[in-house]
């Protein structure tokens, strides 16, 4: 049986971390070191740690990438594979032992940090995963599988990187024995069609209704559910995290209640409100936020 290592952190990497609890001998998973959450700021594990705990996969959490070739240096190994783990893999552990990456493009569109988020922000009519072979570049490494969909007019970043997560479990399943082998070629990146995903900050996430509205759109499915498009509602912070494109000519911003829903406007057309947060309030359908508002809608800024 083929013997595997895996790095990965994120929700988004478990469906890759069973394939491979399933298919191989996992020996490994490493993944990033707990983080403080919430209000306690409790050290809170990775979604992917939480998983190899529960399978009985023994986890390693160096605190660094110089940490790293140390804990894979004793392994008796044939892949590592990696998949949203969040750190730079040394470059002495490549020359090594060596690594693929799964990730969530259709490279070499959208190397980086956010390709998720950044194909849906720029209205890409599909998405996908790509099983690569990792350099030290950024995502720079030759391709040894893909595979693409389309993406939805309404998928959130969320939602997608969801399809993307198990499409990359199967894509990596079908190919674990030819990886293993040697038998997969890899195909060069055209760095010419390359284009960048940076990470997403929370400021970016702010939305501009002088934008026209299937750009508004798409920025409250690319930030959906994080960090959340937001704007500013009677002076605080609302968040919008569902809305779609309707035909209408308003002042960009101005808020106006109907019997169709709750619109806003925006540059060529406006944005009827699906699912909001008020600020000091749970996620709520805009129906029910519209119900405990008093008084003129106002505008959002």
């Excluded at 956010?114 to 009519?125: E, F, H, S």
């Excluded at 829903?261 to 029910?288: D, F, H, I, N, T």
Aim: aromatic content about 4%.
């Amino acid at each position: 049986m083929i013997r595997t290592a895996f790095l990965g952190t994120p929700r988004s990497a478990v469906p890759a971390l069973e394939t491979l609890a399933a298919l191989t001998d996992l020996r490994l998973v490493v993944t990033r070191p707990d983080r403080p959450r919430g209000r306690s700021r409790r050290p809170v594990p990775s979604e992917t740690k939480s998983r190899a705990v529960e399978i009985g996969i023994p986890v390693s959490q160096p605190a660094d990438s110089q940490h790293l070739d140390s804990v894979l240096a004793p392994l008796d190994i044939d892949v590592i594979v990696a998949a949203a783990y969040g750190m730079l893999i040394p470059p002495a552990v490549l020359a090594r032992l060596g690594a693929v990456n799964l990730h969530f493009s259709l490279l070499p569109r959208w190397r980086g940090a956010a390709p998720v988020q950044r194909a849906v922000l720029a209205g890409d009519p599909a998405a996908g995963v790509t099983l690569m072979q990792m350099e030290e570049g950024l995502d720079t490494g030759g391709i040894l599988a893909a595979w693409g969909t389309s993406i939805g007019w309404d998928e959130t970043a969320g939602s997608l990187t969801d399809r993307l997560a198990a499409g990359g479990a199967e894509l990596l399943g079908r190919n674990l024995e030819a990886l293993a082998a040697g038998a997969l070629t890899p195909i060069p990146q055209d760095a010419s069609r390359a284009t960048w995903a940076p990470p997403v900050s929370t400021a970016e996430a702010r939305l501009d209704f002088t934008r026209p509205a299937v750009e508004v759109v798409r920025a409250v499915r690319a930030f959906c559910p994080r960090p959340g498009a937001h704007t500013t509602w009677r002076g605080e912070r609302f968040k919008i995290y569902g809305g779609r494109v309707v035909h209408g000519d308003m002042e960009p911003g101005r808020l106006e209640a109907g019997p169709a829903g709750v619109r806003v406007g925006a540059a060529e057309g406006c944005v009827e409100l699906l699912e909001v947060q008020p600020a000091g309030a749970r996620k709520m359908e805009v129906g029910r936020w519209l119900l405990g508002v008093r008084g003129d809608l106002g505008r959002l800024e």
